[in-house]
DNA sequence: CAAGATTCCTGGGGGC
DNA sequence: TGCCCCCAGGAATCTT
């Protein structure tokens, strides 16, 4: 299930692989996977074809190419005004390879180049994840204090639809204090707010059940009874294994989640909490309690992680 | 308005 | 061997 690390090693692959090229073409092969381009599969094709792919970015979960149109001269600032927005769902991939091979199973998009080079191919088995062109708008969660000139890459811009994903622990941007503070104004469990992307982004089931055991923290604990110093803890729980999974390719069950050459991460074999069910704690050795939650599985040590008396879901 | 429930989707795997 | 059912879960959209 790709998360912030899955999401971060596929954008280094579109950097390498993408950036400063033009693309041809884009077709469409299932229109679910463009569903959230207001204007139809065709309109998405059209805004892709002729135009130059900049640095790809990454907020949370969500990756994006900023376009350009190549023949713009100077006298423009050339600040791209559009971008290609993917999200990959629970099985997205963005794949890069040689035109001519096979066709996927579950090719979705795919996308040539001017080139001929590599293409770009979107494959997605469950259909949750998505691509669209949409409209850059200024980040309400970036530094006033941007390098002059940072706009031509699109620095300080946002796609239009993601202005309400809040910015991930691996930014700059991120403010710590405002964090704590809106974590401890909320009235629900800390687990739920901590899926809640326009409070903290990036964080999905793994990474959330790996923050609150490296943080000792039960994920039913209300958040507005939750000290500054249990919040900061979460916080630091969830950089250091959102980051130590990236230092190693992301996290991977199956071959579901792949970086652009179709390789899975190591991760797996790190995690403490989640998926080790009956597993002996690494701290304590007490074996790891599997609950359900959100229609979805929680993972905590009993000991380390005691069940508040007042539990909030 | 905020919190919680519902919804979308497909193939692998377990049970019988 | 085959079939049925459950399970995985991100986030928009809904209901309360």
Known sequence: MPELPEVEVVRRGLERWTAGRTIASAEVLHPRAVRRHAAGPADFAARLAGRAVLPPRRRGKYMWLPLRDPEAGPGRDGAPAEALL???GMSGQLLVGEPGREREKHLRVRVAFTDGGHDLRFVDQRTFGHLLVADLAPDTYAHADDAPGAAKNGEGLVPEPIVHIAADPLEDAFDEEAF???LRRRKTGIKRALLDQSLISGVGNIYADEALWRARLHWARPTETLTRAEALRVLEGAREVMGAALAVGGTSFDSLYVDVNGDSGYFERSLDAYGRRDEPCRRCGTPIRR???????????????PRPRRARY
């Open 291 to 305: 609950d359900e939650f959100m229609n979805r599985s929680s993972y905590t040590c009993p000991t380390c992680q």
């Open 180 to 182: 704590v503070r809106a």
């Open 86 to 88: 993917a999200h990959l």
